[in-house]
């Protein structure tokens, strides 16, 4: 880093001791995160992140590019476990179990913390397999019935079985991008996770598969814990009950999304709702 | 002057024109206020000034190069006396070669005084087509480049001409492959119709004895030989089959870990260093096989009460070959593998599969046309070697499935047939050429097979 950019990096974090609002809960909570920091091999991505994320609660993250908020979404079900160079410390705990604790199974872990992608990703197999996939591989079913019933009622879950019920042998390459992405919902969805991360999980959409994914994140949070990473401030508005702004690898302030978005009460969030920069 | 001078020669002129078309287009780049304002870089101009001077010159040299000695031959065959025009062709060979030799002073009294005069009429045309093919190639590239230069002017659309002329000398290099690629099909075609006139192409396919032998007169018994191709091909697949057994899944792992599993400080050791397994001489390997594989398989193998192991065997060379192309494989199925989107790995990773269940699972599937067409380009690699069975496997023709028996294959004796001096006239040189045909046949299908299964992958991700 050259010393201009770590002088004026300085600037913008001065007089900045802790996170503006209430970032911990205290009942109802799903997860949360003590301390938390995130190295790239010599650099630091997050600075020691302090956040709750409550039971049946949409908490969106915003911040501008390259703030860390992917990062640290991705600290959430270990999926950073696969970059070599990466190595988190703090504390991360779901239902009372350090994720990170030797004894933690990722397997596991992932089951109960699911994860959607920018881009849909569906597998290049069958619709119906694309949703089998995570309960076949966790054992969660021994019948095919069973299996049929829980690939349906996932598919029903995603808002998207009326529209593949009929072709679900069919490959999901073939699916639309709106449908594709509300199919990796589904998958998700069928190993009945707690919590679901979803990392910008509308970019790569139109505007109209983008609002049928905003409504299906509205009726998924009446039973899972939702944290979702976008970039569209509207967006976040629109879905989430509390918001949390990253800058820089810090978390700089957290509340309800609607004081977030119309009294944010810290410098930089402001700048950044009003379109200042990001 | 020799042609090769005449070429250095023309080199030297193309490149002076290319210095002095270029000082032009800035001289006449004057007039319109400066190099800005021309059509073109002033080196383009210079490229075009070279062109002119030197391809015109180039293409009647060679085409002289290629025609002088047949022309000259002709002029003085026309002047022989009637009683040397009436000869056979080898005879006509013969007379070539004994005025070859009065020319060069190897011998002196010829048989025919009509061959003198011919040597001295070859030595003096010679002569004189060699001043006329420096007069006419040095004349053409002045004239042309004189050319080049006058048409030197601010419009002159020098780097479109460019463009134009270095599309045509791509097109012209890639022709030279299909044309060769055409002209060994060809000269193949042929000599295998010539040998089917022999042998009936039925009993070429499908006869089960191979022994080309046949005698130089025709009273000996058992002269007639044998041509049955069934036991060559049987031999080849077999230890293609061997071979691919062995690659396939050492390749395939070896490169599911390296994409997979392996950190980036183990690839870049590791891969290069398999590499090297492809850029060892397959006689090596051969040798390695003859001497060091074969004879441990027939002690091991007579060490577990197995009796009757040759000690050529298709197993020692099926095996060597396998590790031969081991590489082959590993090398495309790395490619394929790392071609798979990292999103697909994500989405399983996310679902909580374990490494081996996503690689199982996702990236295997997805990746499995290209892998197939891996495998299929191995195979026809397998097929064509010929190397490693010829100091290996053994010459013996048998018609059989045992791996620990020696075998033949079809490359062996095509190599065999036409080792040494051999007149390509009887059945048995010829029958060289019907198996390379039916080779050439075998991988391209399998190479069409494997481009086919390729492009469709490719298609996937689009």
Known sequence: MTTLAKDSMEAVFEGWTSTVGKPTMDSDVRMSTRNVDVHYGDKQAIYGVDLDIGKNEVLAMIGPSGCGKSTFLRTLNRMNDTIDICRITGDIILDGDNIYDKHMDVVNLRARVGMVFQKPNPFPKSIYDNVAYGPKIHGLVTRRAELDEVVETALRKASIWDEVKDRLDQPATGLSGGQQQRLCIARTIAVSPEVILMDEPCSALDPIATARIEELIAELSENYTIAIVTHSMQQAARVSHRTAYFHLGRLIEVGKTDKIFTAPEHKLTEDYITGRFG | MTSSSLLLLLILIAAISYFFGRKRSEVVAQSVGGVRYLHSLPNYYGLMAAVWAGIPGFVV???????????????????????????????????????????????????????????????????????????????????????????????????????????????????????????????????SVRFFREVPFFDFIFGTKWSPQIAVTADVPGSSGAFGAVPLFVGTLLIAFIALLIAVPIGLMSAVYLVEYASSKVRNVVKPLLEVLAGIPTVVYGFFAALTMAPQLKNFFEGIGVNGVSSESALAAGLVMGIMIIPFVSSLADDVISAVPNSLRDGSYGLGATRSETIKQVVFPAALPGIVGGILLAASRAIGETMIVVMAAGLAANLTANPLEAVTTVTVQIATLLVGDQEFDSAKTLSAFALGLMLFFTTLMLNVVALAVVKRFREQYD
């Open chain 2, 61 to 191: 040299l060679s085409l002289w190069v290629m025609f002088e000695s047949t022309v000259i031959q002709g002029i003085v065959a026309s002047s022989f006396p009637d009683s040397l025009k009436a000869l056979s062709e080898s005879q006509t060979n013969l007379l070539w070669s004994e005025i070859n030799n009065l020319r060069s002073g190897v011998i002196t009294n010829a048989s025919d005084p009509a061959l003198l005069t011919a040597a001295e009429q070859l030595t003096a045309l010679e002569d004189r087509s060699s001043i006329l093919k420096t007069i006419l190639t040095l004349g053409l590239a002045g004239l042309t480049g004189a050319i080049g230069w006058k048409l030197i002017r601010p419009a002159q659309k020098a780097r479109n001409q460019f463009e134009a002329f270095f599309r045509i000398l791509l097109m012209l290099s890639s022709l030279i492959a299909i044309f060769t690629t055409v002209g060994i099909v060809f000269s193949v075609l042929f000599e």
